[in-house]
C-alpha cells in the first residue's frame, strides 16, 4: 500500500493552502477558507480543484474517489437560510456532507498572493516590473497587477499571448482611441475575474480582465487605453492546472490532486 493510499488528514491540506495564501490576504467581503467539514472526519487522498462548484463538478468530485474540493470561487457566499433541495447550492451542499467531501475556497487570497492567479495571468507577458495595483495588507501583495514590460510589444501580440496562455481561440477586444493593432504598449494592468472596480483609472496601454461594465470599458477605449476580455472565469481557471503540482508537491505527494474536466465558463461564443 502506498503512502498516497493512507492519505492525510484534513488539517494538514488546509494548512498547506493557508501556507500558500494566508486568509487574511482575502478582501473583507469575501468568503474563504474551509466551507465544508463533514461531521466525520476521514483523511484525504485525491483533492479535485475547480473555478467553479456546480452540481457536476461536485458528481465528478464523487466519482472520481475525491474526499475534498478546493473551489477557488466560494458556492457560499450570502448567508444560508435552510439546505433544502429546491436551490442548486443547497443542494450542492447537501451532497457534500452526505458523501462526506470537504470543501475549501481560497478565492481573493489566491488573487492577491504573490505566484497566485493575476501572477499567473502576468506570465503571458515579459515581465519587468510587477506591482499591486491595490496593496494589501503586505504592500507587496493585493488586488491586480501593474505590469512593466522588459520590451514593448504589439497590441496583436498582446491579443495572441493572452489567447496561448488561456487556450482560448476567441477573446473580446476593444481597441484605445487612436491606436492601432501595430501599436506598442510597455504598461500591462490587469485583474483576474471582474476588473472594473480594480483598473478603472489606472494608467496603462493595455487592460487586461475576464469581464468589465460596458461603460468602464467605453471609458478606457476613450482615454486611448486597449482593453482585452477573455470572460469572467477564462482569466482565472488555467491557474489550477500550475497550482495543481504546487498543492501535490507541499503534501510530498502523499494526496493526488486533479483539475476538473467538467468545470468551464458559463459563456460560450458561437
Not at 113 to 119: L, P
Request: charged fraction near 20%.
Amino acid at each position: 500500500m502506498s503512502a498516497r493510499d493512507n492519505g492525510v488528514p484534513l488539517k494538514k491540506v488546509t494548512s498547506a493552502l493557508e501556507d500558500f495564501a494566508p486568509q487574511q490576504l482575502s478582501e473583507k467581503w469575501d468568503n474563504t477558507g474551509l466551507l465544508v467539514e463533514p461531521y466525520t472526519a476521514r483523511n484525504i487522498t485525491k483533492v479535485l480543484l475547480t473555478n467553479d462548484l456546480t452540481e457536476d463538478v461536485a458528481l465528478e468530485a464523487y466519482n472520481q474517489g475525491c474526499e475534498m474540493i478546493v473551489s477557488y470561487h466560494p458556492p457560499i457566499f450570502a448567508p444560508l437560510k435552510s439546505v433544502v433541495q429546491s436551490a442548486w447550492k443547497e443542494r450542492i451542499i447537501s451532497f457534500l456532507l452526505e458523501k462526506r467531501i470537504s470543501l475549501y475556497s481560497p478565492h481573493t487570497s489566491w488573487d492577491s498572493v504573490n505566484g497566485g492567479v493575476n501572477d499567473w495571468l502576468a506570465s503571458a507577458f515579459p515581465v519587468a516590473e510587477s506591482n499591486p495595483i491595490l496593496p494589501g495588507v503586505d504592500p507587496q501583495v493585493g488586488a491586480g497587477r501593474s505590469l512593466q514590460l522588459k520590451s514593448s510589444i504589439t497590441l496583436s501580440d498582446a491579443v495572441s499571448k493572452v489567447k496561448i496562455l488561456t487556450g482560448l481561440n476567441h477573446v473580446r477586444f476593444a481597441i484605445g482611441k487612436g491606436k492601432k493593432m501595430m501599436s506598442e504598449i510597455k504598461i500591462v494592468a490587469l485583474c483576474a475575474g471582474s476588473g472594473s472596480s480594480v483598473l478603472k483609472g489606472v494608467a496603462a496601454d493595455l487592460y487586461l480582465t475576464g469581464e468589465m461594465l460596458h461603460h468602464d470599458v467605453l471609458d478606457a477605449a476613450q482615454r486611448g487605453i486597449s482593453v482585452i476580455l477573455t470572460n469572467h472565469s477564462d482569466s482565472e481557471r488555467g491557474f489550477l492546472t500550475v497550482f495543481s503540482t504546487n498543492l501535490a508537491s507541499k503534501l510530498n505527494n502523499e494526496v493526488e490532486v486533479i483539475v476538473s474536466k467538467v468545470d468551464r465558463d458559463p459563456l460560450v461564443t458561437l
